[in-house]
């Protein structure tokens, strides 16, 4: 089992519920928050630093990995600034 964490302006959560909502992936869970990534703005959700990130975590078989990063490979390149590419992180995990 895979655990994805993917990370992404809040602006870019309906396209991409959508897009795992296509794969057939609907146990998730999305959480919001402030901070800043590696590849973006900083963001507190206030008028100096407007906006949020989503988190999305989820769990899946290895096969799906390659499908998941895929189609949000194809999000971020219609993406025309690269502050908004969505990041996505795993590593394996196991169940108790």
Request: charged share 30%; no cysteine; aromatic share 6%.
């Amino acid at each position: 089992m895979i655990k994805l964490e993917i990370i992404y302006s809040v602006e870019l959560k309906s396209e991409l519920i959508t897009t795992l909502s296509k794969l057939g992936i609907s146990d998730i869970i999305h959480l919001e928050g402030t901070g800043k990534l590696s590849s973006g703005d900083l963001r507190q959700d206030d008028d100096v630093w407007p906006g949020k990130f989503g988190i999305t975590q989820l769990i899946i078989s290895e096969q799906k990995l390659d499908n998941i990063l895929e189609k949000i490979r194809k999000i971020n390149e219609q993406t025309s600034d690269e502050n908004e590419n969505i990041e996505v992180y795993w590593w394996k995990v196991e169940r108790m």
